[in-house]
């Protein structure tokens, strides 16, 4: 069964709308949790590490205050896409570890299209 | 230099043929590796994991050559479900980073 649940699956909406997107990790507790970006025919980018409890970690390039990310409890981190534009539109990906050195498991994926 | 480069393909490949795939990566430090598979407009999946001293999963082989710093994945009696994009990705220790790379396009064909 599914180890990472993201929602929503696909966004349409104006410019100038945020947009948040959620990721829970169903069969354990995750400290950590990565959200990543993946243009089309592209492989994935890391945007940001996501730390329970603490200030996520971006990846140089990618402005905090445009993609806010929340991860209050060990089952769920959130990305908001705050006043997204038609750049924006993108494939957006997270990923959680249950061990280091272990393999990530990715949720669904969500489709973000900005009109 | 990428951390991880693959070679972008596509193979096109017919049914039954045997395909490998190589990977580099340029940090000698690396720890972990693995294959993942990504269907068009899907998340990447778990292939396997590859170890030093290789690994079988049925018709998929991972092999780790940490002297030259590559990992394989070969591909034996090729199916058209096995069409995908093919992503290497390797973990330098430090569980807060992993590298994808851009991944290697395979077309089994009938």
């Known amino acids: 069964g599914a180890v990472v649940s993201q929602h929503p699956s696909w966004v349409i909406c104006k410019s100038g709308t945020s947009v948040k997107i959620e990721c829970r990790s169903l069969d354990f507790q995750a400290t950590t949790m990565f959200w990543y970006r993946q243009f089309p025919k592209q492989s994935l980018m890391l945007m940001a590490t996501s730390n329970e409890g603490s200030k996520a970690t971006y990846e140089q390039g990618v402005e905090k205050d445009k993609f806010l990310i929340n991860h209050a409890s060990l089952t769920l981190s959130t990305l908001t896409v705050t006043s997204a534009h038609p750049e924006d539109s993108s494939f957006y990906i997270c990923?959680?570890?249950?061990?280091?050195?272990?393999?990530?498991?990715f949720g669904d994926g969500t489709r973000l299209s900005i009109l | 230099r990428k951390e991880v480069e693959q070679d972008p393909g596509p193979f096109n490949v017919p049914e039954g043929a045997t395909v490998a795939f190589n990977c580099t990566y340029s940090n000698s430090a690396s720890q972990s590796f693995f294959w993942y598979r990504q269907d068009c407009r899907k998340e990447p999946k778990l292939l396997m994991s590859?170890?030093?001293s290789g690994n079988e999963d049925g018709r998929f082989t991972a092999q780790l050559n940490r002297a030259s710093q590559y990992i394989s994945l070969l591909i034996r009696d090729s199916k058209l479900s096995d069409s995908a994009t093919y992503l290497c990705v390797v973990n330098d220790g430090n569980f807060n980073k992993f590298y994808f790379g851009s991944g290697t396009k395979l077309n089994v064909k009938p």
């Open positions: 990923s959680v570890l249950d061990s280091s050195n272990q393999p990530q498991h």
């Open positions: 590859v170890y030093s």
